[in-house]
C-alpha cells in the first residue's frame, strides 16, 4: 500500500494487496481520476474515510457481445415502455445511484465529494451516462468514465426505480459499444446480478493487457 500526495502518479497495479488495495491519500481531481482509470485503477472509499484506490484480481468485466438477454428482459425491450437517453442528466443519475437503497449496504460509498468530482468529469467530457425514462420520469441509469481511445467504458454504478430499468441501461450501454467497437465494460469487481447479464471475472493482468 502506498502514501500519495500531491505529487500526480499511481504505483502499478501489481503491488496491491490480496483485496486490490493499492493507495491511499491524493485526490479527487479530473487528472488523477482519469490517470487512475487508464492504469485500471479506481477509487472506492466511505464519508468517514480517506481516499482509497483499488486495482482487484480477478477483474469483473462484460464483453458487450456477451451481454445475456433472458425472455423477461427481450419482452420488456419489445414493449418499448421505457426511453433511452445518453448525458440527459448525469447529475440526477449519480444523485439516484447514491440515494437508492441496496440490499446488505447500509451506506453508500458515492459519497459528495465523489459526486462532485464525477459531475466535474462529465463537464470535461470523460464521464457519461445512460439515462431510463418512463413517462417522462427518470426510473433507471447508470454512469461511469468512458475511455474512448481505449475503447473501454469503466461503469461505476445504476439504480432502478421500477422493474428492469437498470437492466434497460445496461443492456443499451451494451448495444453501443459494439456499435462503437469497444473492447469491454469494466465491472470492477464480482458481482452476481452483473454475471447474469454476462459479466465475468478475468485476470487483472489480462485486463491490463486489454487496456493498454
Given at each position: 500500500?502506498?502514501?500519495?500526495?500531491?505529487?500526480?502518479?499511481?504505483?502499478?497495479?501489481?503491488?496491491?494487496?490480496?483485496?486490490?488495495?493499492?493507495a491511499i491519500?491524493?485526490?479527487?481531481?479530473?487528472?488523477?481520476?482519469?490517470?487512475?482509470?487508464?492504469?485500471?485503477?479506481?477509487?472506492?472509499?466511505?464519508?468517514?474515510?480517506?481516499?482509497?484506490?483499488?486495482?482487484?484480481?480477478?477483474?469483473?468485466?462484460?464483453?458487450?457481445?456477451?451481454?445475456?438477454?433472458?425472455?423477461?428482459?427481450?419482452?420488456?425491450?419489445?414493449?418499448?415502455?421505457?426511453?433511452?437517453?445518453?448525458?440527459?442528466?448525469?447529475?440526477?443519475?449519480?444523485?439516484?445511484?447514491?440515494?437508492?437503497?441496496?440490499?446488505?449496504?447500509?451506506?453508500?460509498?458515492?459519497?459528495?465529494?465523489?459526486?462532485?468530482?464525477?459531475?466535474?468529469?462529465?463537464?470535461?467530457?470523460?464521464?457519461?451516462?445512460?439515462?431510463?425514462?418512463?413517462?417522462?420520469?427518470?426510473?433507471?441509469?447508470?454512469?461511469?468514465?468512458?475511455?474512448?481511445?481505449?475503447?473501454?467504458?469503466?461503469?461505476?454504478?445504476?439504480?432502478?426505480?421500477?422493474?428492469?430499468?437498470?437492466?434497460?441501461?445496461?443492456?443499451?450501454?451494451?448495444?453501443?459499444?459494439?456499435?462503437?467497437?469497444?473492447?469491454?465494460i469494466d465491472?470492477?469487481?464480482?458481482?452476481?446480478?452483473?454475471?447474469?447479464?454476462?459479466?465475468?471475472?478475468?485476470?487483472?493482468?489480462?485486463?491490463?493487457?486489454?487496456?493498454?
Amino acid at each position: 500500500m502506498q502514501l500519495l500526495n500531491e505529487k500526480l502518479w499511481f504505483p502499478h497495479p501489481s503491488t496491491a494487496t490480496r483485496d486490490g488495495f493499492l493507495a491511499i491519500g491524493g485526490d479527487l481531481s479530473t487528472e488523477r481520476l482519469l490517470l487512475a482509470y487508464n492504469s485500471g485503477i479506481f477509487p472506492w472509499f466511505e464519508n468517514n474515510q480517506p481516499i482509497l484506490w483499488w486495482s482487484p484480481n480477478p477483474r469483473m468485466v462484460l464483453f458487450p457481445e456477451k451481454f445475456k438477454v433472458s425472455k423477461s428482459l427481450r419482452k420488456t425491450i419489445r414493449s418499448k415502455k421505457f426511453q433511452i437517453t445518453i448525458n440527459q442528466n448525469f447529475p440526477a443519475v449519480i444523485k439516484n445511484c447514491a440515494s437508492v437503497s441496496r440490499k446488505g449496504q447500509a451506506d453508500t460509498w458515492i459519497t459528495n465529494k465523489m459526486q462532485k468530482a464525477y459531475i466535474q468529469l462529465h463537464k470535461a467530457g470523460h464521464a457519461m451516462s445512460v439515462e431510463v425514462w418512463e413517462n417522462k420520469t427518470l426510473v433507471g441509469g447508470l454512469y461511469g468514465v468512458n475511455l474512448p481511445d481505449k475503447k473501454v467504458f469503466c461503469g461505476e454504478s445504476m439504480f432502478s426505480l421500477v422493474s428492469d430499468a437498470s437492466k434497460i441501461a445496461f443492456y443499451y450501454l451494451a448495444q453501443l459499444s459494439i456499435e462503437k467497437g469497444y473492447k469491454f465494460i469494466d465491472c470492477q469487481i464480482y458481482n452476481s446480478h452483473l454475471e447474469r447479464l454476462g459479466a465475468e471475472e478475468i485476470d487483472r493482468n489480462e485486463f491490463l493487457s486489454m487496456l493498454s
